[in-house]
């Protein structure tokens, strides 16, 4: 396949699977595709032993990694914030409000103790350790979301020569990522699962190949609700140079979710994916679940805290969940939730992640051979 993206990752099809499992990762890169570590929530030593695995199960076929640094926080500008500084700062009606939620559905809120050191969430220094570790790998890319990445990490691209790709929801997003000198965009729609803006995948990825071509030629990965080799075809019928994915990725039986959860997503329609602050504080696209109607809409709710305040109320809250529906709770279910798109709706079983990869090349090369046969006819 001739696109750009194939000869920058040194891959065969043009398919990138972001995943917080390594076994995702290596099995799409085996695949054909390219597997996209997420790191956000690894240690340097924790990322050194997943990177030290993914080298010895990917058949020397690349892969990446993608961490996150967000532009905008709460603690902008403060200095060695750690996680137990965070948690003093969390109002005690937000502690009350999740302990009584979880405690209607018969689930005892534990807390996870940390160390007295521990970086916040997300903390940027954090995330530029993590990709000194991942270029002791054979790494192909390096990816960014939540705004501009730092000039270090761009720097760190360059001088290992490994692309630094960013995520965008909005033009105005991709124009500034494109002055900052990130080599490809991930332009994602409404539709994905994860933090996303507004503007649908099949508006904004003409939006924003429109308005950098005349900048800078920066080939564009659409991103946001695809789930098939069709949809796939569609966005590079529409200017991209190939597709980012992420919820397709759950439903394989290498995920790191749930069975419960990978259940809830075969039962789950589109419109079951709802943007919520619940999570992390800022709109994330998730599951459907107790825990997000009871932070976006019931009449009682203390509101979602700024990221990454949050954060330190839903990972402990999550844990128990999880914990709780895994042992038997068969309330913690309705709570049970994970980051997901709008592609949801088509998921309709549990396939590995090799097969995937072949359905997708199998449904492109059908919308393509159709395509091809319509320009005939009108020949």
């Known amino acids: 396949m001739k696109s750009p993206i194939c000869d920058m990752l040194g891959i065969e099809f043009p398919l990138l699977a972001f995943s917080h499992c390594r076994d995702v990762v290596a099995a799409v890169s085996r695949a054909g595709g390219f597997g996209v570590l997420?790191?956000?929530?690894h240690t340097p030593d924790t990322l050194e032993r997943e990177l030290k695995w993914i080298d010895d199960h990917v058949d020397g076929k690349p892969y990446g990694i993608d961490v996150l640094i967000p532009e905008n926080i709460s603690t902008s500008g403060e200095k060695d914030v750690t996680w137990k500084s965070l948690?003093?700062?969390?109002?005690?009606?937000?502690?009350?409000?999740?302990?009584?939620?979880?405690?209607?559905?018969?689930?005892?809120?534990?807390?996870t103790?940390?160390?007295?050191?521990?970086?916040?969430?997300?903390?940027?220094?954090?995330?530029?350790?993590?990709?000194?570790?991942?270029?002791?790998?054979?790494?192909?890319?390096?990816?960014?979301?939540?705004?501009?990445?730092?000039?270090?990490?761009?720097?760190?691209?360059?001088?290992?020569g490994v692309p630094v790709a960013a995520l965008v929801g909005a033009k105005e997003h991709a124009l500034r990522q494109v002055a900052a000198g990130v080599d490809i965009l991930v332009v994602q729609g409404t539709e994905a699962g994860g933090h996303c803006g507004e503007v649908s995948t099949m508006v904004l990825v003409p939006e924003v190949i429109k308005a950098i071509k005349e900048i800078r030629d920066v080939p564009v990965?659409?991103?946001?609700?695809?789930?098939?080799?069709?949809?796939?075809?569609?966005?590079m019928a529409?200017?991209?140079?190939?597709?980012?994915?992420?919820?397709?990725?759950?439903?394989?039986?290498?995920?790191?979710?749930s069975e419960i959860?990978?259940?809830?997503?075969?039962?789950?329609?589109?419109?079951?994916?709802?943007?919520?602050?619940?999570?992390?504080?800022?709109?994330?696209?998730q599951l459907r679940s107790v825990w997000t109607d009871a932070w976006d809409r019931a009449p009682d709710s203390p509101g979602a805290l700024p990221m990454p305040l949050q954060s330190i109320i839903s990972r402990d809250a999550f844990n128990s969940?999880?914990?709780?529906?895994?042992?038997?709770?068969?309330?913690?279910?309705?709570?049970?939730s994970y980051f997901v798109g709008?592609?949801?709706?088509?998921?309709?079983?549990?396939?590995?992640?090799?097969?995937?990869?072949?359905?997708?090349?199998?449904?492109?090369?059908?919308?393509?051979?159709?395509?091809?046969?319509?320009?005939?006819?009108?020949?």
Not at 96 to 104: G, W
Request: with cysteine; glycine share 8%.
């Open 261 to 285: 959860f990978r259940e809830k997503m075969i039962a789950a329609s589109s419109r079951d994916a709802v943007r919520s602050k619940g999570r992390t504080g800022k709109p994330a696209r």
């Open 87 to 111: 948690e003093a700062r969390v109002p005690q009606e937000h502690r009350t409000y999740t302990r009584e939620l979880l405690k209607k559905y018969d689930i005892e809120l534990t807390t």
């Open 113 to 160: 103790e940390v160390a007295a050191d521990q970086p916040q969430p997300f903390d940027g220094k954090t995330a530029l350790q993590l990709l000194e570790v991942a270029f002791n790998h054979p790494i192909r890319l390096i990816a960014n979301a939540l705004g501009v990445p730092p000039k270090a990490m761009i720097e760190m691209g360059k001088t290992h």
């Open 238 to 257: 529409m200017g991209a140079a190939g597709a980012w994915t992420g919820s397709v990725w759950l439903a394989t039986v290498e995920a790191e979710t």
């Open 342 to 379: 709008q592609g949801v709706g088509l998921i309709d079983s549990v396939k590995s992640a090799g097969a995937v990869v072949q359905e997708f090349k199998e449904e492109f090369a059908e919308a393509v051979e159709h395509m091809n046969a319509l320009v005939a006819d009108e020949v």
């Open 221 to 235: 990965l659409a991103a946001g609700g695809i789930m098939t080799g069709r949809q796939m075809a569609a966005c």
């Open 321 to 336: 969940i999880d914990r709780a529906a895994a042992s038997g709770n068969t309330k913690a279910r309705d709570l049970v």
């Open 38 to 41: 997420g790191a956000t929530v």
